[in-house]
């Protein structure tokens, strides 16, 4: 994609006075590091750090039908939280079931959600929820509003601490809770508990006017800038899936490891008959974790041998920087269990691994 194609976030002359190392991401050119992902992974899992997503999609769904139609489209159970609250679900396809994209959904009051897509599906999101309005039991009114905010992560063990010097209200939101913040000015938005390092901590949906401000307030309670590479290393040893990896065509919650994101008891929602389909003659492979025997570092698309014979593929590898050894995702026959013995083929050279389970770093 050329650079005039690229989206930019509202932070991109910022990222860019900070030195920061730009790169193609979803259709955004965006911050891969600063100082270093090295650094940068380890200062968020000893300290905090924050970072810019605003690539992530925003997609405002308001009106009497608006749960209705959420509650067809995805997968979760929205009668399991409730206004204030967040959470996780999938979009199907409905043909095959695979996962079209994994989502966030802020519910910020009874009539009014927040739908948070990956990078580069935000049109297709937009697609399927307006083909929920059929579904629906009132109006519903269907907004992307990504170019009009910034979203920020504030992530690690001390980032509430720190962000509440500055930012009070938004670093008090509990986990997994939504609330409306003030940033300045009264400039509001939201924030919620809620972020994809395996570390406690906040993303904060800000008004792109604020963004600036609300960045450099984060910098100065002592939060360091963090690109998008410790992001993903940072997701990896948490054990978590990324589209386009573990996520994406082909690919079911079912066979991801991900079927509590799925509430077959709620009633009818998109792709919901092949999914069941597959529960009922089960799943024909297994998202599983590799830990690696050494410091070699698999790739996506190495081979996954078991008894000298090609098994299963990697998804996502690399070296993690908290244990100091090679980890990996893969998709594995069903009947091989954590403890297993594996071979990866890592560009010719075959290194002894063991599947163990997820996360390879902390807990959930």
Same mark, same amino acid.
């Given at each position: ?88 679900? =999938? ?5 095959? @079931?695979? $996962?079209?994209?994994?989502? %966030?959904?802020?519910?910020? /009051?009874?009539?009014? !959600? ?90 904060? =949906? ?5 963004? @600036?401000? $609300?960045?450099?307030?984060? %910098?100065?309670?002592?939060? /360091?800038?963090?690109? !998008? ?136």
């Amino acid at each position: 994609m050329s650079d005039a194609a690229l989206r930019h976030s509202p932070l991109d002359a910022v990222h860019r006075d900070l030195g920061a190392r730009m790169v193609e991401f979803g259709g955004w050119d965006m911050p891969i590091s600063y100082a270093g992902v090295l650094e940068e992974h380890r200062a968020c899992r000893s300290g905090a750090v924050v970072f810019d997503v605003s690539h992530l999609g925003s997609v405002l769904v308001t009106g009497s039908g608006a749960f209705s139609a959420i509650q067809w489209a995805f997968t979760n159970d929205l009668r399991r939280i409730r206004p204030g609250r967040a959470q996780y679900t =999938h979009l199907l396809d409905p043909v095959d @079931a695979h $996962v079209v994209d994994d989502i %966030i959904v802020w519910w910020v /009051t009874d009539d009014r !959600l927040l739908v948070m897509p990956n990078a580069s599906n935000t049109d297709g999101l937009v697609s399927a929820l307006e083909e929920s309005r059929s579904h629906a039991d009132g109006d519903v009114e269907i907004k992307d509003i990504t170019s009009s905010r910034a979203v920020l992560a504030a992530q690690g063990p001390d980032a509430r601490a720190r962000l509440g010097q500055a930012l009070a209200d938004a670093a008090a939101v509990p986990r997994f809770a939504v609330a409306p913040v003030t940033y300045r000015d009264g400039v509001t938005g939201w924030a919620a508990g809620t972020g994809y390092t395996g570390e406690d901590g906040v993303e904060l =949906h800000v008004p792109a006017e604020a963004a @600036a401000d $609300v960045w450099q307030a984060a %910098i100065d309670a002592g939060l /360091t800038p963090a690109g !998008l590479g410790a992001r993903d290393t940072l997701r990896l040893e948490a054990g978590l899936p990324l589209h386009g990896h573990e996520l994406g065509a082909g690919i079911t919650p079912l066979q991801a490891g991900l079927g509590w994101v799925v509430r077959f008891d709620k009633g009818a929602f998109r792709g919901r008959e092949p999914l069941l389909a597959e529960q009922e003659r089960g799943v024909s492979r297994l998202l599983r974790g590799l830990l690696v025997d050494g410091r070699q570092v698999p790739r996506a698309g190495c081979a996954v041998l078991i008894d000298g014979v090609a098994s299963g593929e990697v998804t996502s590898g690399n070296f993690s920087p908290v244990l100091e050894r090679g980890i990996a995702l893969a998709f594995l026959p069903p009947t091989i269990e954590p403890g297993a013995g594996v071979t990866i083929d890592v560009r010719g050279r075959l290194v002894d691994a063991t599947v163990v389970k997820t996360p390879f770093v902390g807990s959930r």
